[in-house]
């Protein structure tokens, strides 16, 4: 719930609720007129206009100048989503339009990714966007030291759920296939069986008794420790939707918005980062200012988890903050959940 709920009055939420509404079907100002006609608010136009001054008072509400009708502010959303929102009922056609889009023959987790992604796209007439299932959330079976020759040696990283992970070493000396194997041993049974984030997070702690006589070796793998257990997605994991979905919307309609919206896109990397750090359970709404990263500042962002194969993804929608929220929550949910209950074939 919203903190700020007891600051606005059962009339000032009323009138807020509206205000949203109305600018997000129109892309327009609201005038007080307008929202008297259109809502049932029971108070005049005057009324309203005197709320809605208290509500740009208060942050909720902006106005490019004094003739013109308000718009609403990041804390406008943010108060509308936590407080106000009701999630809607989808339609017994939306339902079957993300069916439809991602049913098919293929069991790869990326294709069906895709196909999902463009379901969101098309039905919100936002950017669907989505990363691929992170081994981050995988578990680590073995690990296996190779000796390539007397001067370099391989570490191998067999991860369940996700491709194989080999680093190539330096070796400090000349070292033979027993003391390899002696080491692997020991590192397996400290480490193996475990996520590769909690690894991440405790494999200094875990390794730190290693046996003295290969504590030489034992540093390599420390030194490497970092980029083997790395959890930071790759930018091909990213996939977007058709930028064209969004391209179409009011805020992109001149060249600089369309420029901005471009450049976004090609940011996968950013992408990739803004999407593996939303990994709590259920919906998460990022809203404008929200966000940590510029590029962003003026977009929503609603994101949730699927997951696949037993490992966890993200899937959601990016737009601009005049956003109908409720309908897009419902189908990002809904998306995710089917990708979620889609049968493992990968066997």
Same mark, same amino acid.
């Given at each position: 719930?919203h903190?700020?709920?007891?600051?606005?009055?059962?009339?000032?939420?009323?009138?807020?609720?509206?205000?949203? =509404?109305?600018?997000?079907?129109?892309?327009?100002p609201?005038?007080?007129?307008?929202?008297?006609?259109?809502?049932?608010l029971?108070?005049s136009?005057?009324?309203?206009?005197?709320?809605?001054?208290?509500?740009?008072?208060?942050?909720?509400?902006?106005?490019? =100048?004094?003739?013109?009708?308000?718009?609403?502010?990041?804390?406008?959303?943010?108060?509308?989503?936590?407080?106000?929102?009701?999630?809607?009922?989808?339609?017994?056609?939306?339902?079957?339009?993300?069916l439809?889009?991602?049913?098919?023959?293929?069991?790869?987790?990326?294709?069906?990714?895709?196909?999902?992604?463009l379901?969101?796209?098309v039905?919100?007439?936002?950017?669907?966007?989505?990363?691929?299932?992170?081994?981050?959330?995988?578990?680590?079976?073995?690990?296996?030291?190779?000796g390539?020759?007397?001067?370099?040696?391989?570490?191998?990283?067999?991860?369940?759920?996700?491709?194989?992970?080999?680093?190539?070493?330096?070796?400090?000396?000349?070292?033979?296939?027993?003391?390899?194997?002696?080491?692997?041993?020991?590192?397996?049974?400290?480490?193996?069986?475990?996520?590769l984030?909690?690894?991440?997070?405790?494999?200094?702690?875990?390794l730190?008794?290693?046996?003295?006589? =290969?504590?030489?070796? +034992?540093?390599?793998?420390?030194?490497?420790?970092?980029?083997?257990?790395?959890?930071?997605?790759?930018?091909?994991?990213?996939?977007?939707?058709?930028?064209?979905?969004?391209?179409?919307?009011?805020?992109?309609?001149?060249r600089e918005?369309?420029?901005?919206?471009?450049?976004?896109?090609?940011?996968?990397?950013? +992408?990739?980062?803004?999407?593996?750090?939303?990994?709590?359970?259920?919906?998460?709404?990022?809203?404008?200012?929200? =966000?940590?990263?510029?590029?962003?500042?003026?977009?929503s962002?609603?994101?949730?988890?699927?997951?696949?194969a037993?490992?966890?993804?993200?899937?959601?929608?990016?737009?601009?903050?005049?956003?109908?929220?409720?309908?897009?929550?419902?189908?990002?949910?809904?998306?995710?959940?089917?990708?979620?209950?889609?049968?493992?074939?990968?066997?």
């Open positions: 719930m903190t700020d709920e007891q600051e606005l009055t059962r009339r000032e939420r009323r009138v807020l609720e509206a205000v949203i =509404h109305t600018f997000v079907d129109t892309a327009a609201a005038a007080s007129r307008a929202v008297a006609r259109d809502f049932d029971g108070v136009p005057a009324t309203v206009r005197n709320t809605m001054s208290d509500l740009a008072r208060k942050g909720y509400l902006t106005q490019a =100048h004094p003739s013109a009708g308000r718009t609403p502010t990041d804390k406008a959303y943010r108060y509308y989503v936590d407080t106000l929102m009701k999630i809607q009922e989808l339609s017994a056609d939306e339902v079957a339009q993300v439809a889009t991602v049913s098919g023959e293929t069991s790869a987790e990326q294709e069906l990714l895709s196909r999902a992604v379901a969101l796209s039905l919100t007439h936002e950017l669907g966007l989505g990363l691929g299932p992170q081994i981050g959330g995988g578990v680590l079976e073995r690990i296996k030291l190779v390539l020759s007397s001067e370099r040696m391989l570490i191998v990283l067999a991860i369940d759920s996700g491709p194989v992970r080999t680093i190539y070493v330096e070796a400090p000396r000349p070292v033979t296939d027993e003391v390899l194997s002696s080491l692997a041993q020991f590192l397996n049974e400290r480490l193996a069986g475990r996520g984030r909690e690894i991440r997070e405790t494999y200094r702690d875990r730190s008794d290693g046996p003295t006589e =290969h504590a030489d070796l +034992l540093n390599i793998f420390l030194e490497q420790a970092d980029t083997a257990f790395a959890t930071h997605p790759p930018v091909d994991s990213v996939v977007l939707g058709p930028a064209s979905s969004l391209a179409d919307q009011p805020e992109f309609a001149d918005g369309l420029r901005t919206l471009i450049e976004l896109t090609e940011q996968k990397e950013l +992408l990739a980062r803004a999407l593996d750090a939303r990994s709590a359970e259920g919906i998460v709404i990022s809203i404008g200012g929200e =966000h940590a990263q510029e590029p962003l500042l003026d977009f962002l609603i994101t949730t988890q699927y997951e696949m037993g490992v966890r993804g993200t899937i959601g929608v990016m737009g601009p903050t005049r956003m109908p929220y409720e309908r897009v929550v419902a189908l990002v949910q809904y998306t995710a959940d089917l990708l979620s209950s889609l049968p493992d074939r990968s066997d």
